[in-house]
């Protein structure tokens, strides 16, 4: 294992910050746990840690980086020599940088995204806390998701991005599309945990942002994402419905700043020694939206 524990958090920037907290906060129905002059901290109902979403005021929508809790300094040292050697630059950022964290270290990926590994950051609790828990708390905003759950990213070399992911960061490939020849991968979800995937990408432009899923119960509470999305006219990019990668249950939509976010319910549990699932490309239809059985143009073309 290599001590990477699970996805940890997502910096996006976004361009109208008293309008993204407003959607974050009451449409999403994250809670805000704290500010700084440039970033609003936020996390979900069901997360320990101080925050998963770290909102920055941009000028362009997108994602700053995504970060990974690792389990301790030893294993992250680790992980360090193996990103050098793999030819990533690292740079380390300090404690408290930014609001509750310790130091984090920073590296680009092959596909020009920025990652930060860390292994300090407060813990708040959560409301329902850890002695004789109630199911859920009270006084739940909007969507209400336990938890970031994944993010989707498009690159143009998966190959490499796959190969950076499984050697050096030690994640399992639970699903991949290929072109109808076999020959180049056009799609790849990975992870690091038994979920069905913690991070994934499609085929692309590098270094920009497809969505970020935050995690659901089940298919009626995906029902109900939708009908509060409706309800406060949220642009809704795809109704309900199946994915047939990972089996989720899905709905898509925008923030104000146009990064696209999904609620994600189900999905299999995988384990490191499951093989990979494979789709050929002139399937991919039937991959993302299940019942539908065909791609949507924003869906590809929609990205920050
Ligand atoms: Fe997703």
């Known amino acids: 294992m290599s001590g990477i524990m699970r996805i940890g958090r997502l910096e996006l920037r976004v361009l109208d910050l008293e309008e993204s907290i407003h959607y974050y906060t009451n449409v999403i129905g994250l809670e805000e746990t704290g500010r700084d002059k440039d970033r609003i901290y936020l996390k979900a109902w069901d997360e320990y840690d101080h925050h998963s979403i770290i909102l920055q005021k ?13 389990a301790d300094v030893y294993a ?27 130091q984090a270290v920073r590296f680009e990926i092959p596909t020009g995204h920025s990652m930060e590994l860390y292994t300090e950051i407060e813990q708040v609790g ?4 850890t002695f004789n828990p109630h199911p859920w708390p009270d006084g739940l905003r909007g969507i209400a998701p336990h938890r970031l759950d994944h ?11 796959t190969r950076f992911f499984k050697e ?6 639970t699903e991949k599309i290929v072109t109808v020849d076999g020959e180049t991968m056009v799609g790849s979800f990975l992870s690091a945990t038994n979920k069905a995937h913690d991070l994934a990408f499609v085929k692309g432009p ?3 942002f497809h969505h970020a899923g935050f995690f659901v ?18 642009q809704v990019e795809v109704t309900p419905t199946r994915h ?4 989720g249950q899905t709905v898509y939509f925008f923030d104000p700043s146009g990064n696209r976010n999904e609620a994600f319910a189900s999905g299999y549990l995988s384990y490191a020694d499951f093989p990979t699932i494979t789709w050929t490309e002139d399937k991919i239809g039937t991959g993302i939206f299940y019942h539908r059985r065909e791609m949507i143009e924003s869906f590809s073309k929609a990205l920050t």
């Open 58 to 70: 941009s000028d362009r929508a997108g994602m700053d980086h995504m970060g990974f809790k690792v």
């Open 76 to 102: 992250l040292e680790k992980l360090e020599k193996k990103i050098e050697a793999f030819g990533c630059t690292l740079t380390r950022i300090t404690d408290r940088t930014r609001l509750a964290e310790g």
């Open 126 to 129: 959560t409301s329902t806390g």
């Open 151 to 161: 993010t989707l990213l498009t690159g143009d070399d998966l190959e490499t991005v």
């Open 168 to 173: 050096v960061l030690g994640f399992h490939q």
């Open 206 to 208: 590098d270094n920009k």
């Open 217 to 234: 119960d089940n298919w009626y509470e995906v029902l109900k994402a939708a009908d509060i999305l409706s309800k406060n006219k949220v």
């Open 244 to 247: 047939g990668i990972t089996r």
